[in-house]
Nanobody, 117 residues
Framework: QVQLVESGGDLVQPGGSLRLSCVVSGSIFRIYVMEWYRQAPGKQRELVAVTTSDGSTNYADSVKGRFTISRDNTKNTVYLQMNSLKPEDTAVYYC???????????WGQGTQVTVSS
């Protein structure tokens, strides 16, 4: 069973920065896609950023130029560097991945990011 464990969330002031981490563990042969999602109170979960094993990345329009997704394949870890944070970035952030050709179906607990003065 593959597990996802997110960390790094915190309370930060507008304009601040945070770096989130997500470790993928379990029986892993290959991870192709790694993603970050977020879910704000009363809203649906939305895709924030994607990275593939060939190095390509893609971002939601709302975070382009402010967030950077990266990965360390030796550690099966994906990161999300978040700069110039805004109150509207407040949400629980989750990761997901395509492992061994299959999407992980069991979400992790997420990590809370709160942007407030």
């Amino acid at each position: 069973q593959v597990q996802l464990v997110e960390s790094g969330g915190d309370l930060v002031q507008p304009g601040g920065s945070l770096r989130l981490s997500c470790v993928v563990s379990g029986s892993i042969f290959r991870i192709y896609v790694m993603e970050w999602y977020r879910q704000a109170p009363g809203k649906q979960r939305e895709l924030v950023a994607v990275t593939t094993s060939d190095g390509s990345t893609n971002y939601a329009d709302s975070v382009k130029g402010r967030f950077t997704i990266s990965r360390d394949n030796t550690k099966n870890t994906v990161y999300l560097q978040m700069n110039s944070l805004k109150p509207e970035d407040t949400a629980v952030y989750y990761c997901n991945a395509e492992v061994n050709g299959r999407r992980v179906t069991r979400w992790g607990q997420g990590t809370q990011v709160t942007v407030s003065s």
